[in-house]
Structures are given as C-alpha cells and as structure tokens.
C-alpha cells in the first residue's frame, strides 16, 4: 500500500504561483513513477505531468508545458508541482498519483494510488 498527502492548493490571482507537494508512505518510493493530474468540475480527469524514478524523465501537458515544473526528491519521498503564470482555466482539484512501474505514462488507468487531492483556484 502507498498513501499520498497532497498540500499546497489554494486561490491566487492570475499570473500568480503555488507549489503543491505530495508526501507518499508505506512502500518503496524510489522506483515508481508519480504524476499530477486535475479534475475540474463536470470534467474528466486529465494528465498534468509525471516523472521517473529517476528524475530524468518528465512528461507534460501540452497546456501546462513552459509554466509547470514537476520534481522528486527521494530522500523525503516526496513529490512536487511548481506552478507559474496561473491561468482562470488551471482552476481545478489537483491530484497526485504513483504508479507501480518504472515507465512513465500519461494514462489516468496506469495509476495504482491516488491523493485525496487539493483544490486549486485561480481568479481572473
């Protein structure tokens, strides 16, 4: 079992940043892949980005790409998403996710565990 502590969320104008964080427990945290996804009312959920193991390989979004920054730090099993230039359309509930696998994919069913998520809104 892993669980997954999202913080971080909050409301920020326009243009402004958040960092969330995700804390992860219970088994090895090193070798899997973890992911941010959002989920924004009467939507499905999408990809934001992911990352590797390693730290060397991160995927993102198309609409996040060039704002969003995704990183690791294995020591506190930690996982992080740096947001920058928020948009009104960013507004959503943000979630962390692991993924029992080494290679990193976009696909919401790859994901074996799920964060409660934290809300993200971004005013106009």
């Known amino acids: 079992q892993v669980q997954l502590v999202e913080s971080g969320g909050g409301l920020v104008q326009a243009g402004g940043s958040l960092r969330l964080s995700c804390a992860a427990s219970?088994?090895?945290?090193?070798?899997?892949?973890m992911g941010w996804f959002r989920q924004a009312p009467g939507k499905e959920r999408e990809f934001v980005a992911a990352?590797?193991?390693?730290?060397?390989?991160?995927y993102y979004a198309d609409t996040v790409k060039d704002r969003f920054t995704i990183s690791r730090d294995t020591a506190k099993n930690t996982v992080y998403l740096q947001m920058n230039s928020l948009k009104p359309e960013d507004t959503a509930v943000y979630y962390c996710a692991v993924r029992l696998h080494t290679i990193v994919t976009i696909k919401v069913s790859s994901y074996d565990y799920w964060g409660q998520g934290t809300q993200v809104t971004v005013s106009s």
């Open positions: 219970g088994r090895t945290f090193s070798t899997y892949t």
């Open positions: 990352i590797s193991w390693s730290g060397g390989t991160t």
